[in-house]
């Protein structure tokens, strides 16, 4: 071979390992069902073309069957059954469900390009040999038949909830997994989340005329036919579709028309508290979408519903089922949680599986951050720290002594608390701390800018320190580890060695196993302050303070040492205390000896 043909040769290897170093899957459905209500029932046909843009060559694929988890000896019931502190809304209750009242899907028939398959259903896992293999750059039509059947309201999905809902279609059709670099994540139902490939949707579902149907997408067409109606909705670039339907729903819709967005409501307006509950809702949300795009980022869709359904609260792109008879304070809450989940689960998509608490920590903190900017006068939070609640259930759950690294699979925490406080308390802390150690300003800034650089793109915990890393000019990657990866704990302590007449001599104390950079606020007596900073030397470098403070950046502190001793100048004005984070926005295990008070 020629030089010149050889490095021809060697260029486009290059490029094109470089061109692949970053791909997805796509999947597109075009699902039709028929659905009969009075058994509860429904017939579907369902074609998925499945693109592979990976470099591998696919010999197997798995589809997720969520309804069979709601039947006696699953899974699901299983866990739930034999976990110290189960799901109130699961406890033992699959395991008493009548025949009539467990989920299920029996797969009919499965395709590959007109081709049938052989499979195999593992629980809620369908498991699937193909005749062709899937090579890279390459796509399938995946064709099924399957007759299911709706449970009775368990978890999310069902039929008739205790608010008198019919049908909450979440987790309702057989919805190919997750494939990335690290290959399937097929994970069975037991429990949580959810990880799937983007794709378009196109769903018809014939169902009997007395019902409304709120979904995922846009309605496309409403054709009826004898007794039935045909809805058709449509979704482009959406990794689940959700639906409901009641023959009582009241449907109001409000535009905002400054960021093209139609806001529906489903709600049955079964008494005047509740009518007045939700119209009152509208304009708010309509209000906190408006802070959500400004302040996180641009919603992409054109439509967004509040059905009321479900068990609680649950997030589904363009949606959410929310249960609706609550007082207001808890609806909005509950509302604006849900909804900015369509920020952190339904565009960015990391793997919930692994990465919940960059789902649910998030969405925990930015609901937070947006009750405190724009309902506090509902929610009267601390002015200094929105989140101090948050710190406190964290401060709470560690003397109970059932921490676990949040780098735990969902599904396999060893107890629900663990998971719940994990996943939604210490990842909103994650981010207010991340504020206190690179500065809030630039906290939004990276938000912002984390949110547009991977929005479809799937990020992980990595990919999201990068952006902080970019955004802040310092090395966050230890504080990644510390606090997702392990359950060390932060404690500093403040000890006063010498009061001379013109200084004070003190020393900062290290007692957790957890590095921090310190700031310490000087209160003077006059009322006047100042701070003292203290950069981690891991950071390589100090959060930017604003302009106009009265800052003394100090030498770096190296972690290994316990003790960083400071000599502070009162010559001028004495010091009335001395205290580290005065803000809380560290949590720090033991407050209570982060202040000295001067005498």
């Known amino acids: 071979m020629s030089m010149c043909k050889f490095l021809h040769l060697f260029i486009f290897l290059f490029f094109s390992e470089y061109s692949y170093s970053y791909w997805q899957q796509k999947a597109d459905y075009d699902i039709d069902i028929v659905f009969d209500h009075k058994n509860h029932q429904f017939t579907g046909k369902q074609s998925i073309t499945y693109f592979n843009h990976s470099n591998d060559t696919l010999n197997k694929i798995f589809i997720h069957l969520y309804f069979n988890a709601f039947q006696p000896g699953s899974m699901m019931d299983i866990r739930s059954r034999s976990l110290p502190d189960p799901d109130r809304r699961v406890m033992d209750r699959i395991s008493k469900l009548s025949k009539s009242e467990i989920g299920f899907h029996q797969i009919q028939k499965i395709q590959q390009d007109g081709k049938d398959l052989e499979h195999h259903i ?12 899937l090579l890279p750059n390459n796509s399938s039509i995946f064709y099924l038949e399957y ?22 279609m979440a987790q309702w059709f057989p919805k190919i997994a997750g494939y990335d670099k690290q290959g399937w994540h097929a994970h069975p139902y037991i429990a949580r989340e959810f990880y799937s490939p983007w794709g378009n949707y196109d769903v018809s579902i014939k169902i009997d005329k007395k019902y409304t149907v709120g979904a995922t997408g846009g309605l496309n067409s409403k054709l009826t036919d004898d007794n039935d109606v045909i809805w058709n909705f449509k979704a482009e670039k959406v990794h689940d579709f959700v639906w409901a339907a009641d023959p009582d729903y009241t449907h109001d819709i409000l535009s905002v028309p400054e960021i093209n967005l139609d806001l529906h409501f489903y709600y049955q307006a079964n008494s005047d508290e509740m009518v007045k509950n939700w119209k009152k809702l509208q304009k708010h949300t309509a209000d906190a979408f408006l802070y959500f795009n400004k302040k996180f980022g641009e919603y992409p869709y054109g439509k967004y519903s509040v059905i009321q359904g479900g068990d609680g609260g649950m997030e589904y792109p363009m949606a959410t089922l929310i249960t609706g008879e609550r007082s207001y304070p808890s609806l909005l809450s509950v509302t604006l949680h849900e909804a900015l989940h369509s920020w952190y689960q339904m565009v ?28 506090n ?36 925490f060893s107890t629900n608390r663990a998971y ?40 992980d915990k990595n990919d999201f320190i990068r952006v902080m890393e970019k955004v802040s000019g310092l090395e966050l ?21 010498k009061n001379k007449k013109e200084s004070l001599d003190i020393e900062i104390i290290k007692n957790g196993t957890m590095p921090m950079p310190i700031d310490i606020e000087i209160l003077f007596e006059d009322n006047s302050k100042s701070i003292i900073h203290i950069p981690l030397s891991i950071m390589r470098g ?53 202040i000295i008070e001067i005498n």
């Not at 007759?147 to 909450?168: A, L």
């Not at 998509?349 to 900017?373: K, L, R, V």
């Not at 030498?555 to 502070?568: A, H, R, S």
């Open 122 to 133: 593992q629980g809620t896992v369908l498991e699937v040999d193909l005749i062709d293999p």
């Open 147 to 168: 007759f299911s059947q709706v449970p009775i309201q368990i978890r999310r999905s069902g039929r008739d909830s205790k608010e008198g809902i019919d049908y909450s």
């Open 348 to 375: 960015l998509a990391t793997n919930e599986s692994y990465y919940a608490w960059m789902d649910e920590g998030f969405t925990s903190y930015t609901q937070t951050i947006t009750q405190f900017e724009l309902f």
């Open 377 to 412: 006068d509902i929610y009267d939070l601390n002015t200094s720290n929105p989140l101090i609640n948050s710190y406190e259930r964290y401060f709470q759950f560690l003397n109970e002594g059932t921490e676990e690294a949040l780098t735990t699979h969902s599904d396999h």
């Open 420 to 459: 719940g406080v994990g996943s939604y308390t210490k990842g909103a802390i994650f981010l207010s701390q991340l504020g206190y150690i690179i500065g809030e300003d630039l906290l939004f800034k990276g938000l912002r800018r984390y949110y547009n650089e991977w929005k479809f793109r799937h990020p």
């Open 477 to 497: 990657d230890w504080y990644l580890d510390y606090w997702i990866g392990t359950t060390h704990q932060i404690d500093y302590s403040l000890e006063l060695k």
């Open 542 to 594: 100090e959060k930017i303070f604003n302009y106009g403070d009265d800052v003394l950046i100090m030498p770096d502190w190296e972690w290994v040492n316990k003790v960083y001793p400071i000599q502070i100048d009162q010559k001028d004005k004495k010091i009335k205390t001395i205290t580290i984070d005065s803000q809380r926005k560290m949590a720090d295990v033991n407050p209570t000896n982060n």
